[in-house]
């Protein structure tokens, strides 16, 4: 981030805290067990009006509760931006096999766009919220529906 390459796009970043900055709310499902949990994006980055809100994760670090830190975090930010429109907030996952795509599109204007591989491969694997909708819709229209079964 600090390259000069990099540091000529950035108007501002902060590296935030590891609680107490600015926390996001989410919950997910481990085992049968409902939990709840909050986290600190790890880094906020200025250019323009628009703020890239970015956690950073492991390569292979796809877990049920980062998949709800990206689902929740997406939720947050989109309704930030509905409330306000000074900024427009977009989060990010990023993940070392990524750093370098990142930092091109970056300097390239197209970070609004982007998905580092962690990203895209939590969204497949646990589909979005209105894929989840959208695929019950279909099921319905076309009569598929789940069965129950008796035992």
Not at 21 to 41: C, D, L
Not at 93 to 108: A, K, V
Not at 109 to 130: V, W
Request: charge should be positive.
């Amino acid at each position: 981030m600090i390259s000069e390459e990099n540091a000529k796009k950035i108007d501002a970043w902060i590296k935030s805290l590891d609680v107490g900055f600015y926390s996001v709310e989410y919950s997910w499902r481990k085992g049968e067990h409902p939990k709840q949990g909050s986290f600190n994006p790890d880094f906020f980055i200025k250019i323009g009006r628009d703020i890239l809100v970015v956690e950073i994760k492991m390569d292979t670090d796809i877990s049920c509760e980062n998949k709800a830190k990206l689902r929740y975090a997406r939720q947050h930010f989109n309704r930030v931006n509905k409330l306000q429109s000074e900024y427009k907030y977009y989060f990010k996952f990023l993940s070392p096999s990524s750093y370098d795509i990142f930092f091109h599109d970056l300097r390239e204007g197209k970070y609004k766009a982007f998905k580092s591989k962690i990203e895209a491969a939590s969204i497949s694997s646990a589909g979005e919220p209105d894929q989840k909708k959208k695929h019950r819709k279909n099921r319905k229209k076309i009569g598929l529906r789940k069965r129950k079964r008796s035992f």
